[in-house]
């Protein structure tokens, strides 16, 4: 039999693999770092400081990506890197630069800090606070500055409190008693919209600034521990988590977690009144976070869309072939003139083996990519997704031929 006939065999038992996979290929859930910041020194170390800054801070010959939205959860982000990979190394080239290559607990550490830079939020806009702090009738209770009402504490205590997550934690721990002098006053509890929480805070900061001299810092949060907070309060008793938990509340795996922490403050405080009609109905006690649990809460469930949902095995032997990725690995993807058998690759490993792999070999790819004449493939984080979807079957499909 000849290698192209058996070839042709290998592609009609890939495919047919395919067609009877019927569950999508789930992807390794990761860990969850317990300190995102970490993922900073890798920036520096590695030189991605010589280009890129963040809000400011580094070099200006790429994006700073503290200014532009950069989000998605892991096989998205690491797409976005690969796909501007070419232009990257074109630019290091001028520069006489090494192209970074990572390790493992590098790549990871870099993509979770790059995640999180969306979570430290923007600073708001003082004059659109200003009119809110009045819209939202907040002066009727709270005084800023000298100037509102007093059966609320003053907002100029909060003052000192530099990181957003003291406001989170006090809108959260007086949600109630704050609901009880809405009705009795008959005002309407306010809601707040996408940004509007952020102007807010950014006005009592600054219009309260002269009133204390004192500052008081927090660390942003830790999402393992906030993982094991989510637990312990109780909150497993309304919301689902995939098959963990009730499902009186939502899904929090299916919300929208792409804000910065004012702006999961203020999700949290509109669905206040809900949840404490919920928690009254079943008996249940109002739970209290210390500063540091609101932090830790906080970014467990930022950190929730960090893990990439399963991907199509089929849609991703699709992908492959569209790519052009079978003019170098082969139609089979079992090795190519130009490529390495893909079916016993580490990428199939976890999706972080995957990302590493092409990561690290984006130079040589592109030298491949330039003798053949071909256009640099990108990916969608959908794309990604299937693409080690189809990995992961090629490589279990090739254990049982060995069988």
Not at 81 to 89: F, Q, V
Not at 364 to 390: C, H, L, N, Q, S
Request: hydrophobic share 35%; aromatic share 10%; net charge negative.
């Amino acid at each position: 039999m000849t290698f192209f006939q058996t070839s042709k065999f290998r592609i009609a038992g890939l495919v047919l693999a395919l067609s009877l996979l019927t569950i999508p290929c789930l992807a390794q859930e990761m860990s969850l770092p317990e300190n995102p910041l970490r993922g900073r020194f890798v920036f520096e170390q590695k030189g991605c400081a010589s280009c890129h800054s963040i809000k400011g801070g580094g070099g200006d010959v790429g994006p700073d990506l503290g200014q532009n939205k950069f989000s998605g959860s892991f096989l998205q982000l690491a797409g976005t890197m690969l796909n501007h990979a070419p232009e990257m190394l074109r630019r290091m080239q001028e520069l006489d630069l090494s192209y970074p290559e990572f390790s493992r607990s590098e790549l990871v550490e870099l993509i979770a800090y790059l995640y999180y830079l969306r979570y430290l939020g923007e600073p708001g806009d003082l004059y659109r606070g200003k009119i809110l702090v009045r819209e939202k009738g907040c002066l009727a209770c709270h005084s800023v500055a000298g100037k509102g009402g007093d059966s609320g504490p003053a907002f100029d205590k909060l003052a000192k409190y530099i990181s957003p997550l003291y406001l989170a934690q006090a809108l959260w721990n007086h949600g109630p008693e704050m609901e009880r002098q809405i009705v009795e006053m008959g005002l309407k509890r306010p809601r707040f919209e996408k940004g509007q929480i952020v102007d807010l805070a950014a006005y009592i900061r600054e219009a309260s600034k002269g009133t204390q001299r004192e500052r008081v810092y927090m660390s942003p949060g830790n999402p393992t521990r906030g993982k094991a907070v989510f637990k312990e309060k109780g909150c497993l008793a309304c919301h689902a988590l995939n098959d963990d938990g009730e499902e009186i509340g939502p899904d929090l795996r299916q919300s929208d977690w792409d804000h910065s922490v004012t702006e999961i403050a203020g999700v949290m405080w509109n669905h206040g009144s809900e949840m404490a009609e919920l928690m009254d109905e079943r008996k249940m006690d109002w739970p209290e976070f210390t500063g540091k649990e609101m932090a830790d809460l906080i970014a467990y469930l930022y950190f929730l869309g960090f893990n990439d949902e399963p991907g199509d095995a089929e849609k991703g032997h699709a992908v492959f072939a569209k790519k052009g990725c079978v003019n170098c690995h082969g139609q089979d993807a079992r090795g190519g003139e130009y490529a390495p058998d893909l079916s016993e690759s580490r990428g199939a490993a976890s999706p972080i083996d995957m990302a590493q792999i092409m990561w690290n070999h984006a130079p040589v790819m592109e030298e491949r990519i330039t003798e053949k004449v071909m256009r640099w493939p990108t990916f969608t984080g959908e794309e990604m997704r299937d693409i080690y979807a189809f990995l992961r079957v090629l490589s279990k499909s090739d254990s049982a031929e060995s069988r």
